[in-house]
């Protein structure tokens, strides 16, 4: 069963840094984009960071350029967040995600091109 598992949240104070992981299985997770969405309490699902299937593209939502970067390491299934510089509004539930198709970003910020996700890992930033 295709499946992702993200790992690495937890309580950090303002200005802080955390680093999420996210670990893929039962599909084929080097051909697909990779996204970062996250949802905070009261408040829609957001798009957060992707990376193309390759690696050699990296998307961010507008709040998040400068402070957040994602990677990706295909020969371990994973794919990563970097957060620094962590403010309260940053804390949310953050989902990893497997686009639909293969070998394109389309889609890369829309929630409905990807197909498969993770439970969460919640961050918490403290002011």
């Known amino acids: 069963q295709p499946q992702l598992v993200e790992s690495g949240g937890g309580l950090v104070q303002t200005g802080g840094s955390l680093r999420l992981s996210c670990l893929a299985s039962g599909f084929e997770f080097s051909k697909r984009l990779a996204g970062w969405f996250r949802r905070a309490p009261g408040k829609d699902r957001e798009f957060v960071a992707a990376i193309g299937w390759s690696g050699d593209y990296t998307y961010y939502a507008d709040s998040m350029k400068g402070r957040f970067t994602v990677s990706r390491v295909n020969a371990n299934m994973s794919v990563y967040l970097q957060m620094n510089n962590l403010k309260p509004d940053d804390t949310a539930l953050y989902f990893c995600?497997?686009?639909?198709?293969?070998?394109?970003?389309?889609?890369?910020?829309?929630?409905?091109?990807?197909?498969?996700w993770g439970q969460g890992t919640q961050v918490t930033v403290s002011s």
């Open positions: 995600a497997a686009a639909r198709r293969k070998y394109t970003d389309y889609g890369r910020s829309d929630p409905s091109e990807y197909e498969v």
